[in-house]
């Protein structure tokens, strides 16, 4: 491992001048995914100053009904968050579907949300992968690519973001609060996380330097009816193959609303925009939400090793919808 | 007796409070660390290195490569050549093969150094998959250590396939496995003149002793091997890789201890693996289900010839599991670029028998027939292979004992016809069998003036329960507490005792230890009778009864303290060997299972999740029910996970590992594993060996892949023939 300096910062400014004005300095969150990249070499930085002192560790109701979560929450407790329980059960299940008790307990939000692909070939300093060294090439093409992406990828790169809260929030509609040199910005957190296209070396558009202070979420009724489900080989700790991310809004067995998110499909969470509009006002059923699932999947392009997302996606997707629609029959 | 009671594990608190004492967790003066630079090409040669910037480092000691290296004997050193790479060329015949090992003041120093090593290849051509080499299939030259040849044949399978009514011809694929022991392979080294002390994690300390002493060219006895606590071995600890070698060459290079813990990534490339197989199997049926012929064809993934052999002897258990008269089994490996495969739980067995029993499933369902009754038709009263009577042989009462727990009699025949809400149910089973093997074995017990016998066996504990249960055998041997005995192991100053592999520690090391026991006894009673005091002149031992310490003979009663005082010793001590004697001639020796699985599958996500398990076992007699137990409920979720779970993936390009880690390796977790309910059907075998055990480390994982693999057909109607079986295969 690279010699490196440790400071812990006291303040969220100072803690941006820190990481800015030093182009080999990270932020250090739980560590969870940082240390391993450290070890691994995928990242060297010399300088970590470790952002888990800062007070962004609360989760607060904002005047507008919705949620404001501290970037430094930690995922056990926001899943066990009673606001985040009863307003968007969607975002508990997923945190909880995510890794194992112990690395929740360590994991943040703003870390959760930067956690990086887990593409092995990502993993390895040995290949060759345009996102660790940009125009080295893509080992993943025609290398193994069960967990690779289906949706928005490109010929640089088909690597899929793994975090499953990621999910949750964007299916929520929630911004990310930034905090830069020049102050503070706001950024829809679907327009968080990028495609890969030429440059998949950018993950976010996150500028190096600034610093999440917190996500917010806003005031969504009908997520009290959402549920996230996950599809992977283990009952437990394991990546998502696929998952969905869903809110149902019915009435008089007719969609008013919905949101639906994919997981393990994209190199961002990805929100089905395609689905959600042909949901809006299809009645609740089976055959409206396999065409909303089809009408997202026009799009899919599998690889050689995931072909099997495409139906996998449909019917976990037809599922979830299934099952809070009849929630929402009395 | 003590013998059979659920005793605890004497080293469980040890471990459980962190004072029990790995190889690498020996606190020596001016330790130094090693670590692994690896290749990362899979065919080539070394042209050169760069290692200035990395010698350059804080702390750095050393840098060894091919260029400097020590020479060692290799030549001498083994058959299969687990001893190799040992820096001693410059040939690269596989991606992750060691080629530098970096020496420095810490860890953290050596870690940062080695990734600065540079290495310029001159790149080869390599086949890394072994689907693309089965055109260089080759006939094993040393199977089963040339004991036999690789391939057999009793009647005409051939003649009689071609007629047989029903017929089943399918291929079935296992991957790439690698043991994952939860230590991973560690060895400190010390060198005093031309004496070498090694703590090592390993399954075989005299192994490990014979090994270091031929490739650095000293006596053995000048070669200590410390071993105490093992963290899980599976195969992968029983040669003596080269990690060990070169922690002791190093530790000659920079004349301090040396210390080498191998990452987690370094142990899918440095200790062998399970290697990839290619099952061909051809079964031949009348209308009432009695096997006509049976064919199983084997392939299995080998290194470059460089590096010796290992075969997966896959179709040995269908020479014996079944009364058929036409047979035929064959053997053929298949070079690629990777490293040499080794033993891994159940080797052979593990992955052919979820051939054999998926293809009886196959069978039974084409022949609409109860799968227990179709293996109930076929039931070998006698090896039919060796053409002779089983030592024992209790797999009837597997079968009958396994379905009654199981309920068995609820599954109704055909696919999909089982359902609870979203999931769909399915029941499997298959049958497990794994050879009884035993080879000589030595154990010394003393027994001094405080009461207490130490008994010493150069044996292992790999996690299994060798320290509580030796010591209940030397306990009911010398009718002594528990609290009097103590077992030592994992050291090569106590008597010779085989590798902990083959399952065989329990039936080798068992009858040594019993034997001594009794040498010791034995010279106790001679004690008595030729001490004076007691009166016994005359008298013979079997006048004489040892309880609790004390010799009881006619009229009088004389302690140990007593007896050792006469005499002015400060204890009485034996030594024993037991080895197998000619019982393998005239009978054949194994122990059997009877496997069934509960799985649901979602009917529309496809998730595969497993509800209950039932194994019956005839494993001989008990020695500690608490101890059986474990073995078997872990050789089930072994099972489970090569059913469902595990599968290294090789990137065809580059010949790398790329899930060289247990986040994307996946092995079964605790939300997998269903109850697992476990019997062992009684029997106690003194013809395989005198304790009247069998082994049961590898038994338990028999089986149980084609148990689930069956529970799945059964669930779906869907046969996957490739392991594991994964979400996609079932998904509609
Ligand atoms: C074995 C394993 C299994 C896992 N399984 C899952 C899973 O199933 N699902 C899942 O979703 N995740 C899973 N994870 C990933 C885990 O959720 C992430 O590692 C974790 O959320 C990262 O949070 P952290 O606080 O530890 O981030 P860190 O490792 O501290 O940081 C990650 C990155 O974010 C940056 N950073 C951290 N905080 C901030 C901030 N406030 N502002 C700006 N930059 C910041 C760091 O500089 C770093 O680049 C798994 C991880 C492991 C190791
Ligand atoms: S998919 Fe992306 S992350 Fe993976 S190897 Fe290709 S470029 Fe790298």
């Known amino acids: 491992m690279n010699p490196f300096a440790y400071e812990r910062a006291s303040n969220a400014a100072g803690a941006v001048a820190a990481v800015a004005g030093h182009p080999g300095a990270a932020f250090l969150g739980g560590g969870t995914n940082l240390v391993d990249h450290m070890r691994l070499g995928v990242a060297s930085p010399d300088l970590l100053v470790d952002i888990t002192k800062l007070p962004f560790d609360r989760v607060e109701e904002l005047p507008s009904g919705g949620v404001r979560i501290g970037a430094g929450v930690r995922n056990s407790d926001l899943a066990a968050d009673q606001l985040i329980r009863s307003r968007y059960p969607m975002l508990s299940q997923a945190l909880l579907s995510g890794a194992s008790g112990q690395l929740r307990n360590l994991a943040t939000t703003g870390g959760n949300l930067l956690q990086r692909t887990r593409c092995v070939y990502f993993q390895d300093v040995t290949t060759p992968c345009n996102k660790r060294e940009p125009g080295t090439g893509c080992s993943a093409i025609g290398g193994y690519t069960r967990y690779h992406a289906i949706l928005g990828a490109s010929e640089h790169c088909v690597a899929v973001h793994p975090s499953d809260m990621a999910v949750a929030m964007v299916a929520l509609d929630a911004t990310v609060v930034v905090l830069g040199r020049l102050g503070e910005r706001r950024v829809k957190l679907v327009e968080f996380h990028r495609l890969p296209g030429d440059d998949p070396w950018q993950d976010t558009v996150l500028g190096h330097g600034e610093l999440i202070v917190a996500v917010e979420l806003p005031a969504l009724p009908f997520a009290t009816r959402s549920a996230y489900r996950k599809v992977r080989d283990r009952a437990s700790f394991a990546f998502a193959l696929v998952s969905v991310a869903a809110a149902l809004d019915v009435e008089g067995g007719t969609v008013r609303d919905a949101r639906v998110a994919l997981g393990g499909v994209a190199h961002k969470p990805w929100r089905a925009t395609q689905a959600e509009a042909a949901l809006r006002g299809a009645p609740a059923t089976a055959e409206s939400f396999r065409r909303a699932a089809d009408a997202e999947l026009a799009a899919a392009r599998p690889l050689d090793g995931n072909a099997y997302k495409i139906p996998m996606v449909r019917n976990t997707m037809v599922a979830v919808l299934r099952d809070l629609s009849a929630e929402a029959t009395p | ?732």
């Not at chain 2, 690896?38 to 804080?58: E, V």
């Not at chain 2, 040339?146 to 051939?158: I, L, M, T, V």
């Not at chain 2, 299972?593 to 509800?611: K, S, W």
């Not at chain 2, 480390?697 to 799945?712: I, K, R, S, T």
Request: glycine share 8%.
């Open chain 2, 1 to 732: 007796m003590i013998v059979g009671q659920p005793v605890d594990r004497r080293d469980g608190r040890m471990k459980v409070t962190g004072r029990a004492r790995y190889a690498a967790e020996f606190p020596l003066q001016g330790l130094a660390h090693a670590v692994l630079v690896q290749s990362t090409i899979a065919a080539g040669t070394i042209l050169s290195f760069d290692t200035a910037d990395a010698k350059g480092q804080p702390g750095v000691l050393a840098i060894i490569t091919p260029d400097d290296a020590p020479r060692l004997q290799t030549k001498k050193a083994s058959q299969q050549m687990v001893t190799a790479p040992l820096l001693q060329d410059k040939d690269i015949i596989y991606n992750g093969q060691h080629v530098a090992v970096v020496v420095a003041d810490t860890l953290d120093r050596a870690l940062e150094a080695a990734a600065r090593v540079r290495v310029q290849y001159r790149q080869g051509e390599a086949v890394t998959i072994m689907d693309q080499a089965l055109g260089q299939a080759a006939v094993p030259k040393h199977f089963r250590n040339g004991a036999r040849p690789p391939d057999s044949q009793r009647g005409d399978p051939d003649a009689a396939f071609a007629t047989a009514p029903v017929k089943i011809d399918v291929t079935y694929t296992t991957p790439v496995e690698h043991h994952n022991p939860m230590e991973p392979h560690a060895t400190i080294a010390m060198w005093q003149g031309d004496r070498l002390t090694v703590w090592t994690a390993t399954q075989g300390i005299s192994g490990a002793q014979t090994t270091l002493a031929t490739l650095f060219g000293v006596e053995p006895q000048n070669v200590r091997v410390v071993s105490p606590y093992v963290g899980g071995g599976f195969g992968c600890k029983g040669n003596t890789w080269p990690p060990a070698t070169l922690a002791a060459m190093a530790a000659r290079v920079v004349g301090r201890p040396v210390k080498l813990v191998l990452t987690r990534a370094q142990m899918y490339t440095s200790n062998g693996y399970r290697p990839r197989t290619i099952q061909k199997l051809k079964l031949g049926a009348d209308q009432t289900g009695k096997l006509l012929a049976m064919r199983h064809d084997g392939f299995s993934q080998m290194s470059q010839p460089v590096l010796g052999e290992f075969v997966e002897p896959v179709a040995l258990a269908t020479e014996m599991l079944y009364a058929c008269p036409n047979v035929a089994v064959s053997h053929r490996i298949v070079p690629v670029n990777q490293g040499l495969p080794t033993y891994m739980r159940a080797p052979g067995e593990a992955s052919g028998v979820f051939a054999l029993e998926s293809a009886m499933d196959e069978l039974a369902i084409a022949l609409k027939m109860d799968p227990i009754a179709l293996r109930l038709a076929n039931y070998a009263e006698i090896d039919p292979h060796e053409n002779k009577p089983f030592s024992s042989k209790k797999l009837r009462e597997c079968y009958a004992q396994g379905a009654a727990k199981f309920e068995w009699s609820r599954r109704t025949p055909g696919p999909r016809s089982m359902r609870d809400g979203r999931w769909l149910v399915g029941l499997g089973m298959a049958t497990a069998t794994y050879p009884n093997n035993r080879r000589a074995a030595s154990a010394r017990v003393r027994l001094g003036t405080d009461g207490v016998a130490i008994v010493q066996s150069g044996t292992q504990d790999i996690g299994t329960g060798t320290y509580t249960v030796m010591a209940q055998v030397a306990a009911d041997e010398l009718h002594l507490p528990l609290s009097h005995v103590r077992f030592e192991l994992g050291d090569t100053r106590y008597p010779k005792a085989p590798v902990s592999g083959g399952s065989s520690t329990v039936p080798s090391v068992s009858p040594a230890v019993q034997a001594a026991c009794a040498a010791l006894r034995a010279r106790l009673f001679d004690m008595a009778i030729a001490d004076p005091r007691t009166g016994w002149s005359g008298a013979s031992h079997s006048d004489l009864r040892f309880e609790n310490g004390v010799v009881i003979g006619p009229d009088r009663r004389i302690t140990v303290p007593q007896l050792l005082a006469h005499q002015n010793l400060a204890f009485v001590e034996a030594e024993a060997e037991s080895k197998p004697g000619d019982e393998k001639n005239e009978h054949s020796l194994h122990a059997f299972g009877a496997q069934f699985a509960e799985v649901r599958v979602d009917l529309e996500t496809g998730e595969i999740r497993l509800t209950r398990c039932v194994g019956a076992f005839d494993a001989g007699r008990v020695l500690n029910a608490k101890t059986a137990r474990s073995q078997l409920i872990g050789g089930i979720t072994y099972g489970i996970g090569m059913a469902l779970f595990e599968k290294t993936e090789v990137d065809a390009e580059t010949g790398r590992i790329v899930n060289a880690n247990i986040a994307e390796y996946l092995v079964p977790v605790n939300a997998d594993i269903p109850p697992i309910e476990t019997i062992l059907v009684a029997n106690d075998d003194r013809i395989g060996n005198p304790v009247g055990v069998k082994g049961m480390g590898e038994l338990p994982m028999v089986g149980a892949a084609a148990a689930v693999a069956n529970a799945v057909w059964h669930a779906t109607g869907v046969r996957v023939r490739d392991l594991p079986i994964r979400i996609e295969d079932v998904l509609a």
